[in-house]
C-alpha cells in the first residue's frame, strides 16, 4: 500500500477564429474560403453539476468526473483538471480537494479524470514521460497510453456543455497525478498553469512550451515521495528553466510556508509551499476523506486558485 499515493491535472475550450478566404474572386474558390464559423459550444443543455462520463480517446475508453457551476453555458469558463495518484480515482480527489466549492464561487469548469486502468486500479494511471523523480520505492509506475488525447477529447465534448475559455486552462494532481502535471505543464503551451501536489518532478531540458507559471506543494513528512523530488531542487530547476532568481520570498501559511521565487519574468512565476509534519496527503483537504487528506493545513485548492488568478491569467 505504499506504493498507493502517486497523483493530479487541466486543458482547452471552445471557439475558434475565422479564417478569412481571399484572392482568387471567382464563386467557388469564394465558396471554398468563405469565413469559417467558430464551432458552437454550451448548447447541450442539462448536464450541470456532478456527471460521470465515458469518451474514446487514444485508443483507450476512459471515465472521467465533471463538475459545471451554475451559470450561463455560452459564458466562457475557466476549466481546471485534477488528476488522482496511484490506486485512487477521480472521484476520491473530487471527495478530497473541495474543488466543487471553490468552482461554485469563481465559476471555472472541473474534470477529474481516472487513469487509464479505471478507477482505483493497481495500474499505472497516467503517462508522466521520462525523466522523472523517483519515488523512495523506485521509478513511479508509468503507463503507455495518449492522456493528452484524453485531454482533449475531454475538453471537446465538455464544451457541448459549457464554452471553455482557451486562455486559462489548468492542471494539478496529487503523487503520480502531480508528476503528470508536471509532465503536462512542461509538454503543452496550451496549459496556463500548473499545480502539482506531492509529485515528483520532470525532465525540463526539452519543454517545448517555455516558461509556465507553476506552484508546488509538498509535506516534508512524506513517506513516499523524496524532498528533493518536490521541494527547492525541483522549484529551483523551474525557476532556471522559467528563467527567476534563485533567491525567494517566503510568506506563512497554515501549517507550512510558501516561498516565491525572485524576479521571475510575466508569466514564469515559481511558488513553493512546504507543510510541516504534513505526510502523503492533499493539504487542506476535506474532513474525514481518508488517509490521502490533511484538513488542518492551508487549503492547497485555494492557494492553487490564488496563484493562477495572481500569476497564470
Known amino acids: 500500500m505504499i506504493r498507493g499515493a502517486l497523483l493530479g491535472l487541466v486543458v482547452t475550450a471552445c471557439s475558434s477564429s475565422p479564417e478569412l478566404g481571399g484572392g482568387d474572386a471567382s464563386p467557388d474558390h ?3 474560403n468563405a469565413p469559417v464559423d467558430a464551432p458552437a459550444c454550451g448548447l447541450r443543455g442539462g448536464l450541470r453539476g456532478k456527471t460521470v ?12 468526473h465533471v463538475y459545471l457551476p451554475a451559470g450561463d453555458p455560452e459564458t466562457p469558463m475557466p476549466l481546471v483538471f485534477v488528476h488522482h495518484g496511484y490506486t485512487m480515482s477521480g472521484q476520491l480527489m ?3 480537494t473541495g474543488h466543487a466549492d471553490l468552482a461554485d464561487d469563481e465559476k471555472f469548469a472541473l474534470v477529474f479524470p481516472d487513469g487509464q486502468g479505471g478507477p482505483d486500479s493497481n495500474g499505472a494511471p497516467w503517462n508522466v514521460g521520462t525523466g522523472v523523480c523517483s519515488s523512495f520505492f523506485g521509478a513511479p509506475p508509468n503507463a503507455s497510453g495518449d ?12 464544451a457541448e456543455d459549457q ?12 503523487s503520480m497525478g502531480g508528476y503528470f502535471a508536471h509532465h503536462a505543464g512542461c509538454m503543452r503551451p496550451d496549459i496556463r498553469g500548473v499545480a502539482p501536489h506531492s509529485g515528483g518532478t520532470h525532465d525540463l531540458t526539452s519543454c517545448p512550451s517555455g516558461k509556465k507559471p507553476i506552484i508546488m506543494f509538498h509535506g516534508r513528512a512524506d513517506a513516499l515521495i523524496p524532498a528533493s523530488c518536490s521541494d527547492p531542487a525541483a522549484a529551483t530547476a ?15 501559511v497554515t501549517g507550512g510556508t510558501c516561498v516565491r521565487y525572485d524576479g ?13 509534519g504534513m505526510a502523503h496527503c492533499w493539504a487542506g483537504g476535506a474532513l474525514s476523506a481518508g488517509i490521502y487528506s490533511c484538513p488542518a493545513y492551508e487549503s492547497a485548492t485555494r492557494l492553487a486558485w490564488q496563484f493562477w488568478k495572481t500569476d497564470a491569467w
Open 264 to 276: 521571475c519574468p510575466a508569466g514564469g512565476q515559481v511558488e513553493l509551499c512546504t507543510f510541516s
Open 30 to 32: 469564394d465558396a471554398a
Open 147 to 158: 492522456d493528452f488525447a484524453m485531454l482533449d477529447a475531454i475538453t471537446a465534448d465538455l
Open 238 to 252: 523551474w525557476a532556471q528553466h522559467n528563467g527567476c532568481a534563485t533567491t525567494t520570498t517566503s510568506r506563512t
Open 94 to 96: 473530487f471527495d478530497i
Open 163 to 174: 464554452c471553455l475559455d482557451r486562455e486559462h486552462v489548468y492542471v494539478t494532481g496529487f
Open 53 to 64: 462520463r465515458t469518451i474514446e480517446a487514444g485508443g483507450l475508453t476512459r471515465t472521467y
